[in-house]
T-cell receptor
Framework: DAKTTQPTSMDCAEGRAANLPCNHS???????VYWYRQIHSQGPQYIIH???NNETNEMASLIITEDRKSSTLILPHATLRDTAVYYC?????????????FGTGTRLTIIP | NAGVTQTPKFQVLKTGQSMTLQCAQD?????MSWYRQDPGMGLRLIHY???????DQGEVPNGYNVSRSTTEDFPLRLLSAAPSQTSVYFC????????????FGSGTQLSVL
């Protein structure tokens, strides 16, 4: 699976949009981009995933660049409860690749 | 529907002791896995299973054993605990064709003295 690079930490003001970048310049054509978050001391929580089209759900939006070498997770109106570590993961979904590898992620702090 | 249940939540062991961390899910998920998370680090995969009777190693399998006798349960055994195994352990499960959408338990904090 391709390697991802994320900033170690970011701050965002409450109520503003939080934009979390992820670089995955070696991504292959069959690899998806996934985002999880981990609120302090809890298990990680799935947020969203996509292949090449932008995706939106009730939690966030995922914007993937046209060359697919980077993506941005957008939390449109950040709240204090969005303070967490956010993981960007790239993985191929072919049978036999059942491992999901987490890096160290981005620690997002929402500031009141 | 309880999701993924891990027990115990906290455990203290002495070096050399053995114990089993329990993980159960009630979502009929084929895929189950164990991760460990050390302070300031991401999650590292220990073992995983794609169905009853099938297990495989992850990134850091040494010192741990698993078995999958039923779809619901995936216990993690520490045969002879070492201080290096002090960590938070998370169990996760998913449908086999949705491994990207893992459901995690609340974790077991293990200290080995």
């Amino acid at each position: 699976d391709a390697k991802t690079t994320q900033p170690t930490s970011m701050d965002c003001a409450e109520g503003r949009a939080a934009n979390l970048p992820c670089n995955h310049s070696t991504i292959s054509g069959n690899e998806y981009v996934y985002w999880y978050r981990q609120i302090h001391s809890q298990g990680p929580q799935y947020i969203i995933h996509g292949l090449k089209n932008n995706e939106t759900n009730e939690m966030a939006s995922l914007i993937i660049t046209e060359d697919r070498k980077s993506s941005t997770l957008i939390l449109p109106h950040a709240t204090l409860r969005d303070t967490a570590v956010y993981y960007c993961i790239v993985r191929a979904t072919n049978f036999g690749n059942e491992k999901l590898t987490f890096g160290t992620g981005t620690r997002l702090t929402i500031i009141p | 529907n309880a999701g993924v249940t891990q027990t115990p939540k906290f455990q203290v062991l002495k070096t050399g002791q053995s114990m089993t961390l329990q993980c159960a899910q009630d979502m009929n998920h084929e895929y189950m896995s164990w991760y460990r998370q050390d302070p300031g680090m991401g999650l590292r995969l220990i073992h995983y299973s794609v169905g009853a009777g099938i297990t495989d190693q992850g990134e850091v399998p040494n010192g741990y054993n698993v078995s999958r006798s039923t779809t619901e349960d995936f216990p993690l055994r520490l045969l002879s605990a070492a201080p290096s195994q002090t960590s938070v352990y998370f169990c996760a499960s998913s449908y086999l064709d949705r491994v990207e959408k893992l459901f995690f338990g609340s974790g077991t904090q293990l200290s080995v003295l």
